[in-house]
């Protein structure tokens, strides 16, 4: 029997096979042409080929080219931009068509925009005006999302709570993905048991899901159950071509003292990553300073990758990325500027304290740096365990 | 915060959330002609036959409320201002979400399509019984009352030219792809109108494109998506055009259905209770339910503005969310403009400011139109010669032009309506609307206003609330049906010279339970 992910899956070939051979062919009929389109994207946002993903790209302009008033295709050429870390290209998509900024759905994505940017203020009112006008779950997420980053896990729970009370039994993917997010909160705050209740019901609602096995995997690793996790691990890159978790499992065999089972992934996972940046991508770059900071331990390059990240979006995790890539390279002063730069935005994790910790220290700040990590114990006792680059 | 994990990234531009097995299409309640063993009501809701005709979407819950009451008898002076008339909707509100208990009929459907169906509260007692759909029976209640209960798949009982209707408020969607980011082009701001406005090129009939609307959908034009005229379109015999065709849209169609036949000794033991108000609700179960692990909800203790409505609803409700309501016909549809957030059902008092300023909005368009074809209109539109486009922000201004529509009689075309001849009010528009409930009386036959029944033409109906009730055409009164009179329409300088809407179902109704034709 088919799990849910494989049917809806499936249910998007179908459409993807009806459509494929005329519904760009001119003389075009604008619902076929945005099924299709909105079709081809969903299918590479759900089996997260991001080589996939990017090939939407033409396939959108095509529709636009096809359609008269091809709104909802720059609203959903905006959304791939967003995913692909393209900020320049959601704000052009947005103005594209005059209806998009003013429009809900376009207001929500604009408040995204000011939080990737470091517009703290702005993406929090922006959010609270999107729900105000609009409360649909998606913005309740978003701005739960918001309020994780920013320390208020309580508050955050409590709005992804709010969120699934909007969804219906029509929409238990989306359900599935808010249990996720409930799932990571408790993993930040290292309530494994909670973390792993969310997950299986994330499972129960939306069976097969690559996505939750990924989350699943990384709590079991969290949990020392390493050869449960290797072995979920290793399921899941046979089916999702994705770096990061191929980085995951690599990093996970390497706790393990697997060193040269790990390597071929790490290697893998590197190339995935350089691949679309040679091509011009920029959806990696934060990934690249990870992993040449953590993995390789080359601070040269991860110094490099950060200055890149941050040039396109200047936010307190791609400020702490840099602070952290400086550290590696013994850039302890700038390391620290940088740091400083990411802790006055407000945001709380245990991760980014404990890195706090470990720059400050290494800036000769020991009192500082002792604050930092018990801090960084106080809100996760076990944030030293295994955890994945998100 | 690599941030691959945003809403985006389950969010789509398009819903793929198919919620309309919970689409409600209409109430109608009449009084049984069967009066043995005393009397008895029907009451019929139907909603989209999705998944299919005859099978029901086991992740919804239908709800029809059912509260029983006396008549409302007129006082001989009333106080007809603004300030007496939200009195009035205040005191209702009291009544509705105070000291009004509904009784309430609640259907669910298993994975098998057994429909669960119970009676909750009744003064004949509450019980539930598992049934089979799509075949009548005679269900006993715990008083001994036989109640007949249909579920299953109908022919849609709805005989309308809806497309004609959409015509008439320049409604984008019926006609045109309308982006969904492009929300402003739903009702165009264009004047509404029953006759096309000269050169209104986005909405005015197309002779070499008759389908459109009816299925056919053209892409939006370019340009503003405005109308500049000044003028009603005339053909060369001087003949305005009606935006309405009177072929009905729903032929052909099916609907899924909850159909009661209920003792109205089971609903009420006063003597005095003649009206039974009754409504629908759709409700689609939560995703939280659904995996059956439901969420502690700090939401409430959070959030007392829902707290209200949440200890109001019971354990299982909470299990579910309210989609759509259906009272009164045309009171979502034209008046409420559909939108999610009016979905109030009876409790539509916090609308009844916007309620008038949309009626001014109607009239303001409609009026003119009526006035252009020599009917006399009972909307203040000021003698404009054309239709206007107008909204109005303040109830104030609204409502000095609406009054005349709000507080006329709807007169019945004979007394076939009133069979025992009793002292009965006829309806006003005021009394119809709000509170969104289809009031059956039952001392009547139950045809609207004063309930409604499959046969009744409620499209044209509505329409008539428009006309001035006190004028008349040839010596005869204006009534609520006078639009299908063919001698009214063959004076009337129009084409084509049909009624609005088509005068009768496509199927014949059955004379007795489930009343509704059989399925296609």
Redesign the interface.
Same mark, same amino acid.
């Given at each position: 029997m088919n799990t849910d992910y494989q049917s809806e899956l499936e249910r998007i070939e179908k459409n993807i096979a009806e459509l494929r051979d005329h519904a760009l062919v001119p003389p075009t009929?604008?619902?076929k042409v945005?099924?299709y389109v909105?079709s081809v994207?969903?299918h590479a946002?759900h089996t997260g080929n991001l080589a996939q993903l990017e090939a939407v790209e033409p396939v959108i302009d095509e529709g636009i080219r096809q359609?008269?008033?091809?709104? &909802?295709l720059y609203?959903?050429k905006a959304?791939l931009a967003?995913?692909l870390?393209r900020l320049d290209d959601v704000r052009r998509n947005l103005a594209a &068509?005059p209806?998009?900024p003013v429009?809900?759905?376009?207001r929500a994505?604009q408040a &995204?925009l000011d939080f990737?940017e470091g517009r703290y203020a702005q993406a929090r009112d922006g959010y609270q005006s999107a729900i105000a006008s609009n409360r649909t779950w998606?913005?309740l997420?978003?701005l739960a999302?918001f309020e994780a980053?920013m320390g208020d896990a309580a508050h955050a729970d409590?709005l992804y709570?709010?969120a699934?009370?909007?969804?219906?039994?029509?929409?238990?993917?989306?359900?599935a993905?808010v249990e996720l997010?409930r799932g990571?909160l408790d993993l930040a705050h290292g309530r494994h048991t909670e973390a792993g209740d969310h997950y299986a019901?994330a499972e129960?609602?939306y069976s097969g899901h690559w996505l939750t096995a990924e989350h699943q995997a990384e709590l079991l690793g969290a949990q020392g159950h390493y050869d449960k996790a290797a072995a979920l691990y290793q399921d899941i890159v046979e089916r999702v071509p994705k770096p990061?978790i191929q980085q995951a499992f690599g990093e996970l065999l390497t706790v393990m003292g697997e060193r040269e089972r790990a390597q071929p992934w790490l290697d893998k996972a590197l190339a995935g990553y350089l691949d679309p940046a040679q091509r011009g991508g920029v959806h990696y770059y934060?990934?690249l300073v990870d992993f040449y900071a953590d993995v390789l331990k080359d601070g040269d390059q991860a110094v490099k990758w950060a200055r890149k990240d941050i040039a396109l979006r200047d936010?307190?995790?791609s400020q702490a990325a840099l602070a952290w890539a400086l550290y590696r390279q013994g850039q302890f002063g700038e390391a620290l500027e940088s740091m400083n730069q990411a802790l006055a935005s407000g945001a709380w994790s245990a991760h980014l304290f404990s890195q706090a910790a470990t720059v400050y220290r290494a800036a000769g700040r020991a009192e500082d740096a002792e604050r930092y990590a018990q801090r960084a114990a106080e809100i996760n006792p076990r944030h030293r365990s295994f955890h994945v680059?998100? | 915060m690599a941030d691959h994990n945003d809403p985006n990234a389950v969010n789509s531009i398009f819903s793929d959330i198919d919620v309309s097995a919970a689409d409600l299409y209409d109430i109608f309640g009449f009084p049984s002609d069967d009066t043995d063993g005393g009397e008895k009501v029907v009451i019929a809701l139907t909603f989209a036959s999705v998944p299919e005709a005859g099978r029901l979407d086991p992740d919804m819950l239908y709800r029809i409320q059912i509260a029983p009451g006396r008549r409302v008898m007129r006082a001989s002076e009333e106080d007809q201002s603004l300030g007496a008339l939200l009195k009035y909707f205040e005191g209702l509100k009291e009544t509705y979400l105070g000291t009004l208990r509904p009784f309430e009929v609640r259907v669910t459907v298993d994975e098998n399509n057994r429909a669960h169906i119970r009676f909750i509260n009744f003064p004949g007692g509450s019980f539930s019984q598992v049934i089979e759909t799509n075949k009548s029976l005679t269900l006993q209640s715990p008083d001994g009352h036989p109640i007949k209960a249909y579920i299953g798949g109908r022919d849609d009982a709805f005989f309308n030219d809806l497309p004609g209707f959409f015509r008439s408020i320049n409604y984008a969607p019926q006609f045109y792809h309308v982006p969904h980011t492009m929300t402003e082009a739903r009702e165009l701001a264009i004047p509404k109108t029953l006759i096309e406005l000269e050169g209104n090129d986005l909405f005015n009939f197309d002779p070499a494109n008759p389908d459109w609307g009816h299925g056919v959908k053209k892409d939006l034009p370019p340009g503003p998506l405005t109308w500049n005229g000044d003028k009603f379109a005339k053909d060369k015999n001087g003949n305005y055009r009606f935006v309405y065709s009177g072929k009905d849209a729903q032929a052909g169609k099916n609907i899924n259905a909850i159909i009661l036949e209920i003792p109205l000794a089971y609903i009420t033991r006063n003597p005095e209770h003649r009206i039974v108000n009754c409504w629908g609700e759709s409700w689609v179960r939560k995703a939280a339910n659904k995996v059956e692990t439901i969420p502690d909800d700090p939401f409430w203790l959070e959030h007392p503005h829902v707290l209200i409505d949440a200890l109001k609803l019971d354990d299982e409700l909470k299990k579910y969310k309210l989609v759509d309501t259906d009272g009164q016909a045309f009171a979502d549809a034209a008046l409420s403009e559909r939108e999610d957030n009016r979905q109030m059902g009876a409790n539509n008092f916090w609308l009844a400011p916007h309620f008038i300023k949309r009626l001014a909005h109607l009239g303001m368009g409609f009026g003119p139109s009526i006035t252009a074809l020599g009917l006399k209109c009972s909307f203040d539109h000021g003698n404009s010669p054309v239709s206007v486009h107008k909204t109005f922000s303040s109830v104030l201004h609204a409502f000095p032009l609406v009054k005349p529509v709000l507080f006329q009689e709807m007169r019945m075309p004979d007394d076939s309506w009133n069979p025992k001849g009793l002292n009965i009010p006829l309806r006003r528009p005021v009394e119809i609307f709000i509170p969104n409930v289809n009031a059956i009386d039952m001392d009547t036959t139950g045809t609207w206003p004063f309930g409604r029944r499959p046969e009744d033409q409620v499209a044209t109906r509505f329409l008539s609330v428009f006309l001035d009730m006190n004028a008349d055409f040839k010596g005869k009164k204006y009534h609520v049906d006078i639009m299908n009179d063919p001698a009214v329409l063959d004076a009337l300088p129009l084409e084509p010279k049909t009624p609005p809407n088509p005068l009768k179902n496509d199927k014949e109704f059955l004379k007795d339970f489930p009343y509704l034709a059989e399925a296609h």
């Amino acid at each position: 029997m088919n799990t849910d992910y494989q049917s809806e899956l499936e249910r998007i070939e179908k459409n993807i096979a009806e459509l494929r051979d005329h519904a760009l062919v001119p003389p075009t009929d604008t619902e076929k042409v945005t099924k299709y389109v909105q079709s081809v994207y969903q299918h590479a946002v759900h089996t997260g080929n991001l080589a996939q993903l990017e090939a939407v790209e033409p396939v959108i302009d095509e529709g636009i080219r096809q359609i008269r008033f091809p709104g &909802d295709l720059y609203f959903l050429k905006a959304n791939l931009a967003f995913k692909l870390h393209r900020l320049d290209d959601v704000r052009r998509n947005l103005a594209a &068509d005059p209806s998009l900024p003013v429009s809900p759905e376009g207001r929500a994505i604009q408040a &995204d925009l000011d939080f990737q940017e470091g517009r703290y203020a702005q993406a929090r009112d922006g959010y609270q005006s999107a729900i105000a006008s609009n409360r649909t779950w998606d913005n309740l997420a978003r701005l739960a999302h918001f309020e994780a980053r920013m320390g208020d896990a309580a508050h955050a729970d409590r709005l992804y709570v709010e969120a699934e009370d909007e969804l219906t039994a029509k929409e238990m993917r989306s359900y599935a993905w808010v249990e996720l997010q409930r799932g990571l909160l408790d993993l930040a705050h290292g309530r494994h048991t909670e973390a792993g209740d969310h997950y299986a019901r994330a499972e129960r609602a939306y069976s097969g899901h690559w996505l939750t096995a990924e989350h699943q995997a990384e709590l079991l690793g969290a949990q020392g159950h390493y050869d449960k996790a290797a072995a979920l691990y290793q399921d899941i890159v046979e089916r999702v071509p994705k770096p990061e978790i191929q980085q995951a499992f690599g990093e996970l065999l390497t706790v393990m003292g697997e060193r040269e089972r790990a390597q071929p992934w790490l290697d893998k996972a590197l190339a995935g990553y350089l691949d679309p940046a040679q091509r011009g991508g920029v959806h990696y770059y934060h990934h690249l300073v990870d992993f040449y900071a953590d993995v390789l331990k080359d601070g040269d390059q991860a110094v490099k990758w950060a200055r890149k990240d941050i040039a396109l979006r200047d936010n307190f995790s791609s400020q702490a990325a840099l602070a952290w890539a400086l550290y590696r390279q013994g850039q302890f002063g700038e390391a620290l500027e940088s740091m400083n730069q990411a802790l006055a935005s407000g945001a709380w994790s245990a991760h980014l304290f404990s890195q706090a910790a470990t720059v400050y220290r290494a800036a000769g700040r020991a009192e500082d740096a002792e604050r930092y990590a018990q801090r960084a114990a106080e809100i996760n006792p076990r944030h030293r365990s295994f955890h994945v680059h998100r | 915060m690599a941030d691959h994990n945003d809403p985006n990234a389950v969010n789509s531009i398009f819903s793929d959330i198919d919620v309309s097995a919970a689409d409600l299409y209409d109430i109608f309640g009449f009084p049984s002609d069967d009066t043995d063993g005393g009397e008895k009501v029907v009451i019929a809701l139907t909603f989209a036959s999705v998944p299919e005709a005859g099978r029901l979407d086991p992740d919804m819950l239908y709800r029809i409320q059912i509260a029983p009451g006396r008549r409302v008898m007129r006082a001989s002076e009333e106080d007809q201002s603004l300030g007496a008339l939200l009195k009035y909707f205040e005191g209702l509100k009291e009544t509705y979400l105070g000291t009004l208990r509904p009784f309430e009929v609640r259907v669910t459907v298993d994975e098998n399509n057994r429909a669960h169906i119970r009676f909750i509260n009744f003064p004949g007692g509450s019980f539930s019984q598992v049934i089979e759909t799509n075949k009548s029976l005679t269900l006993q209640s715990p008083d001994g009352h036989p109640i007949k209960a249909y579920i299953g798949g109908r022919d849609d009982a709805f005989f309308n030219d809806l497309p004609g209707f959409f015509r008439s408020i320049n409604y984008a969607p019926q006609f045109y792809h309308v982006p969904h980011t492009m929300t402003e082009a739903r009702e165009l701001a264009i004047p509404k109108t029953l006759i096309e406005l000269e050169g209104n090129d986005l909405f005015n009939f197309d002779p070499a494109n008759p389908d459109w609307g009816h299925g056919v959908k053209k892409d939006l034009p370019p340009g503003p998506l405005t109308w500049n005229g000044d003028k009603f379109a005339k053909d060369k015999n001087g003949n305005y055009r009606f935006v309405y065709s009177g072929k009905d849209a729903q032929a052909g169609k099916n609907i899924n259905a909850i159909i009661l036949e209920i003792p109205l000794a089971y609903i009420t033991r006063n003597p005095e209770h003649r009206i039974v108000n009754c409504w629908g609700e759709s409700w689609v179960r939560k995703a939280a339910n659904k995996v059956e692990t439901i969420p502690d909800d700090p939401f409430w203790l959070e959030h007392p503005h829902v707290l209200i409505d949440a200890l109001k609803l019971d354990d299982e409700l909470k299990k579910y969310k309210l989609v759509d309501t259906d009272g009164q016909a045309f009171a979502d549809a034209a008046l409420s403009e559909r939108e999610d957030n009016r979905q109030m059902g009876a409790n539509n008092f916090w609308l009844a400011p916007h309620f008038i300023k949309r009626l001014a909005h109607l009239g303001m368009g409609f009026g003119p139109s009526i006035t252009a074809l020599g009917l006399k209109c009972s909307f203040d539109h000021g003698n404009s010669p054309v239709s206007v486009h107008k909204t109005f922000s303040s109830v104030l201004h609204a409502f000095p032009l609406v009054k005349p529509v709000l507080f006329q009689e709807m007169r019945m075309p004979d007394d076939s309506w009133n069979p025992k001849g009793l002292n009965i009010p006829l309806r006003r528009p005021v009394e119809i609307f709000i509170p969104n409930v289809n009031a059956i009386d039952m001392d009547t036959t139950g045809t609207w206003p004063f309930g409604r029944r499959p046969e009744d033409q409620v499209a044209t109906r509505f329409l008539s609330v428009f006309l001035d009730m006190n004028a008349d055409f040839k010596g005869k009164k204006y009534h609520v049906d006078i639009m299908n009179d063919p001698a009214v329409l063959d004076a009337l300088p129009l084409e084509p010279k049909t009624p609005p809407n088509p005068l009768k179902n496509d199927k014949e109704f059955l004379k007795d339970f489930p009343y509704l034709a059989e399925a296609h």
